[in-house]
């Protein structure tokens, strides 16, 4: 080819580019809903051991629950699902569950107070992860056999070691953990005693819209619908997740038309997006916190004087205007908005003089070396480095420790850090997740290994915090029981370790004519049945 | 003398014929490397400074769930007794279970191998067939426009970082001109509709004759491969110029000249009859680097394949499916190897 031939092949191209600049719109078909999401966390579909995010969201979709959140009303809390009615016995120890008729498990199995007993015996006896949801309700491997008992064929009691605040049972009961299983088909395929568990990570057995009928790890979940759940036909009669690590990926699809939903679409993505005819974007509030903590074991960080100076020099309002831009809010106290008696106080922003007066004051002046152990995740990365940045205002010398996630968490968990930069999501939808989590430490000691509380992996003993976290569980006055959060997470932005700094808001890009998409607030988890489009 | 001499070939037993003591020897250094490669890879998973317990049982499980995931794990054993069970599973074919997917981790490499195998085995192709003839002409029209031509591809593939080439390709072919197909292997609405013999879509789709499918899932590699199969175009064309520029300036390729004999006879029956040993083990290692090494682009086209599969298992921790991978990547080296040695063989008299 001569040079002339191939200028006049280059600009051919060239035009040919330029005039079909215009994207070529496809389009999913109308009974079928596509999403490109982030689903390497799953695990096990198992109801009774799944603890991860996108875990929750299938099962959301394929399990019902005694009582269960309406996904277009999220803010009335929980409602009856699989029990129409319950019961408290006059000691209030006993909650006994009228199971509804009409509810069939895709097997074809109606759902029975049986099947009810065997999931939540199932459970406890498993011990998973999860199980410390039921457990802390007195339940143990020994016990549960006489504590949940199907009475008759559509009749369960559940009883407690104690009284507690019915919001806090039934609120338990509508996480994963709550899920409940075909009893038939589970023990159809038991291996080795375990209640199914093996084959219910690969396979659902619930009375939910949709059951899942092929699951690639990392690549796919295909869900179609039950045909016989009871309540009415969704408008999308299968809906296929996707796994898309990259969100520039997941908008040219959604631009495009090949997907209806991309779920995790970077801040520059979103505002990219919302130029494109076509397409919306939906925020909606989730239950993660992101905060900061400083280990107590450090006598410089363990100074109230020190602490005040550290929340006094943090660019709230910066960072959420900048880099986290429309996907986290500032956010100050331990319960996540929309949950019982979070917080809306914001007592902190940016303010370097009263940061230095309270290091001045403090027995800490010249402040020392700080090392802020956080994993390589950006955005992370972005808050660390901007407390780097205000806190070296104040004349620290700060290092960041950065690693990957297990790396990070491994050292939190050994209480080897100095200051952890970390998210914290609720693990089930009741304000004790995050007040037992942050506000209560029952054994300080090394030894204690309490690894599941946060106020021990920072060494902070939280005595001033402990009584009140356990009395607000067992208070039956729902207005008492809000009160008791409301002052606890203002007496612990004063007091605690912890510096709570932003709520995170779901950015979702869809499809124009995707309607009733709701992403499961800061409560529960994505609901596909009321989707139409 | 004679006696000493009897037993000491007692001692050797049967005589082997000397192509089986080869194949022996052969066979024997492939188990050794194997192992040692499972011994470092174990070895370096073993004492990172994270715990596996974790990736188990995630970070709100109580010390007794901890506890006895610990043991269920075998980590109260000894660094070498673990080895030794270990090894004693894989020899049996168990490479033990996934803690990401809860599957064993050989379900696991037999659904993503496939995948890569595919992405790679063409992004080789396209390597070859561009980047033999590419590097032959630059080197033959050196210092020509092709010559110039050739070098600055060649300077882009190395230059341009994978993942950003791969964005701009899926933005102009996929989101503006429509040309190929999106991320992934297939179409959402074509999975399922041909029998899995293989894991090959392209393989099994023609099998089965559903040219639909086949279509698809063209369109969905034909740009990874591309993009792959423009770096090792890179790699393989600049390394045959080189080879060829050899060639080209010895002697007896004067003398052909001189002898009277055609310009392409002297390049393609002399000259490049002489580097095709050569170019042999470039192509090999190019495939090699395409099998393991192409985690970026699958991450970009969201390519179920081994390497990102191997990535995201070690981020997870998830040391056994990071170790059967890398048995895996380890055999295929050590696998083209010995087949880049043989066709070696065959193809150079002197070696035989």
């Keep these: 080819m001569t040079h002339r031939k191939l200028l006049r092949t280059t600009a051919l191209v060239a035009a040919l580019m330029g005039g079909m600049a215009a994207p070529v719109l496809a389009e999913t078909p109308p009974n079928m809903l596509v999403i490109a999401n982030r689903i390497d966390d799953i695990k096990t579909f198992d109801p009774q051991e799944s603890f991860e995010f996108a875990g929750a969201d299938v099962s959301r979709n394929v399990y019902e629950k005694l009582v269960n959140f309406d996904p277009m009303d999220l803010d009335a809390g929980f409602g009856p699902q699989l029990a129409e009615s319950w019961e408290i016995s006059e000691d209030g120890k006993t909650i006994t569950f009228k199971i509804a008729e009409g509810h069939v498990f895709s097997s074809g199995n109606p759902v029975t107070a049986k099947d009810v007993e065997f999931s939540l015996r199932r459970a406890v006896k498993l011990d998973k992860t999860p199980s410390f949801i039921i457990t802390q309700f007195g339940l143990t491997a020994d016990n549960v056999d006489e504590m949940v008992q199907a009475t008759d064929d559509m009749t369960v009691s559940v009883t407690l070691d104690k009284q507690y605040a019915l919001s806090f049972v039934l609120n338990c009961l509508t996480a994963t953990i709550g899920g409940i299983v075909d009893m038939e088909t589970a023990m159809a395929n038991e291996v080795d005693g375990d209640m199914g568990n093996e084959w219910l990570r690969t396979n659902t057995a619930g009375s939910g819209p949709y059951k899942v009928v092929d699951w690639k790890p990392n690549e796919s979940v295909l869900m179609d619908l039950n045909p016989n759940y009871h309540g009415d036909k969704p408008a999308m009669e299968r809906i296929i997740v996707q796994h898309i690590q990259e969100s520039a990926t997941q908008r040219l699809q959604l631009e495009r038309g090949d997907i209806d939903i991309a779920r995790n679409l970077s801040p520059e993505d979103v505002a990219g997006a919302m130029e494109v005819d076509g397409v919306k974007v939906l925020d909606e509030q989730r239950g993660q916190i992101m905060y900061w903590a400083a280990n107590q074991k450090n006598e410089m960080l363990s100074d109230p004087k020190v602490l005040e100076a550290l929340k006094w020099s943090v660019d709230y309002q910066g960072m959420a205007d900048s880099f986290l831009k429309g996907q986290w809010i500032v956010h100050q106290a331990y319960l996540p908005l929309t949950f019982l008696g979070a917080l809306e106080d914001k007592p902190f922003g940016l303010d370097m003089d009263k940061a230095k007066a309270a290091l001045a004051e403090s027995g800490f002046p010249d402040c020392g070396p700080i090392k802020i152990s956080v994993r390589e995740a950006q955005e992370r990365m972005d808050i660390a480095q901007s407390l780097q940045n205000t806190w070296g205002q104040l004349g620290c010398e700060v290092e960041l420790i950065v690693g990957t996630g297990a790396q990070t968490l491994d050292r939190y968990r050994a209480r080897e850090h100095d200051i952890y930069v970390g998210a914290w999501g609720p693990d089930y939808p009741d304000p004790n997740t995050n007040a037992g989590t942050f506000a209560a430490n029952p054994d300080n000691a090394d030894e204690a290994g309490n690894t599941g509380y946060l106020a021990w992996r920072n060494a902070w003993d939280a005595a001033a915090f402990n009584d009140g976290t356990l009395a607000a569980v067992v208070e039956n006055d729902t207005e008492a029981r809000k009160q008791m959060y409301l002052d606890s997470q203002a007496q612990f932005q004063q007091e605690s370790p912890f510096g709570i700094m932003f709520q995170r808001i779901e950015q979702s890009g869809l499809r124009s004519n995707v309607e009733n998409w709701v992403v499961g607030g800061a409560t529960t988890a994505v609901s596909y049945w009321v989707v139409t489009k | ?352």
């Design chain 2, 1 to 352: 003398m004679t006696e000493v001499t009897q037993h000491s070939e007692d001692r050797r037993g049967p005589v082997l014929p000397p192509w089986l003591k080869k194949l022996a020897a052969t066979l024997l250094t492939v188990a050794v490397t194997l192992l040692g490669l499972l011994f470092v890879t174990f070895m370096i998973g073993r004492v990172m400074p994270i715990d596996p317990v974790l990736a188990v049982i995630g970070e709100r499980a109580t010390q007794a769930q901890y506890d006895a995931a610990y043991l269920e794990l075998g980590l109260d054993k000894s660094l070498l007794e673990q080895f030794f069970i270990y090894v004693r599973d894989v020899l049996s074919g168990d490479f033990g279970k996934s803690i990401r997917t809860g599957q064993q981790v050989t379900t696991d490499i037999a659904r993503v191998f496939p995948a890569t195998l595919e992405l790679a085995t063409l992004g080789t192709i396209i390597g070859i067939v561009l980047g033999v003839p590419l590097g032959v002409m630059a080197a033959v029209y050196r210092g020509s426009w092709i010559d110039q031509t050739a070098r600055f591809v060649g300077l882009i593939g190395y230059s341009m970082p994978i993942f950003w080439l791969g964005l701009v390709g899926l933005l102009i072919f996929y989101g503006i001109l429509d040309w190929v197909e999106g991320p992934g292997r297939l179409g959402v609405f074509y999975q399922g509709l041909v029998t899995e013999r293989t894991g090959l879509l392209l393989v099994d789709s023609a099998i089965d004759g559903d040219w639909t499918v086949f279509k698809n899932a063209f369109g969905h590699i034909i740009l990874p491969a591309a993009l792959l199969g423009y770096y090792s175009l890179a790699y393989i064309s600049r390394m045959t110029r080189s080879f060829m520029l050899e060639q080209l300036n010895s002697e007896y390729v004067t003398t052909a000249r001189v002898k009277g004999l055609s310009e392409r006879k002297v390049i393609w029956r002399h000259a490049f009859r002489n580097i095709r040993i050569q170019l042999i083990t470039v192509i090999a290692l190019a495939y090699a680097n395409l099998l393991e090494g192409s985690v970026l682009t699958e991450i970009i086209f969201a390519w179920p394949g081994l390497g990102s599969y191997i990535t995201t298992s070690l981020l997870a921790n998830d040391m056994n499916s990071v170790l059967g991978g890398t048995v895996v990547i380890g055999t295929i080296f050590v696998g083209l190897n010995i087949f880049s040695d043989l066709l070696y063989r065959f193809f150079d008299p002197r070696a035989k």
